[in-house]
């Protein structure tokens, strides 16, 4: 079965500081990548998306992240943290498994933590 | 934000009844899914449909089914609730699989 794996079940960063929040995904075949952020008692949003192209992307609130097929990663990265970036953020993978559909799997997720 | 509600948002129920939590858009879109969300275990899909009447399976659905009767219309059923089962639901909608999806604000369920 494909797998989304984000190694990092808490991070903690102080404010101001850099962010990278990690996702590996199990499939050889490119993917459909997505980062979603939730905040406490919300569902979730969407960050950015990968669907080919180029493959650094960009997202709202000043996310950005890489596409490494040689890594079977898709990392999210922000330059400055803020506060008000602490919530739940999860990688997703859409890819069709051999003979089968478009399954969407998402990882386990990564809380973030920010000290002022 | 996408149309999307959730109906109820918190529910309390006893060991052995049956549940039913509902999924309302307005988007129109084909893709409707329902989601469970744990402690450790992130989002795990229960049941997804891709029209009206059609469904399939997703990772987590043993004691769940689920009915579409309605484009805007996607049903979550315990026939018979367990402690299990106690989880915040999320329900999705998405134009295409393999697109963004669209969250509604969730069904906290508690089975006692």
């Known amino acids: 079965a494909q797998s989304v794996t984000q190694p990092d079940i808490h991070i903690t960063v102080s404010e101001g500081a850099s962010l990278e929040l990690r996702c590996n995904y199990s499939?050889?075949?490119?993917?459909?990548l997505f980062w979603y952020v939730q905040s406490p008692g919300q569902g979730l949003q969407l960050l950015l998306k990968?669907?080919?192209?180029?493959?650094l992307v960009q997202g709202i609130k000043g996310f950005e992240a890489e596409f490494k097929r040689s890594q079977s990663s898709f990392n999210l990265r922000k330059p400055s943290v803020h506060w008000s970036d602490a919530a739940e953020y999860f990688c997703a993978v859409v890819q069709r498994p051999s003979g089968g559909s478009y399954i969407p799997t998402f990882g386990r997720g990564t809380s973030l933590i920010v000290h002022p | 934000d996408a149309g999307i509600t959730q109906s109820p948002r918190h529910k309390v129920t006893e060991t052995g009844t049956p549940v039913t939590l509902r999924c309302h858009q307005t988007e129109n879109h084909r893709y409707m899914y329902w989601y469970r969300q744990d402690p450790g275990h992130g989002l795990r899909l229960i049941h997804y449909?891709?029209?009206?009447?059609?469904?399939d399976k997703g990772e987590v659905s043993d004691g769940y089914s689920v009915s579409r009767s309605k484009t805007e219309d996607f049903l979550l059923t315990l026939e018979s609730a367990t402690s299990s089962q106690t989880s915040v639901y999320f329900c999705a909608i998405s134009e295409l699989l393999n697109t963004e999806a669209f969250f509604g604000q969730g069904t906290r369920l508690t089975v006692v």
């Open positions: 449909s891709y029209g009206v009447k059609d469904t």
């Open positions: 499939y050889g075949a490119t993917p459909y």
């Open positions: 990968y669907f080919s192209g180029d493959t």
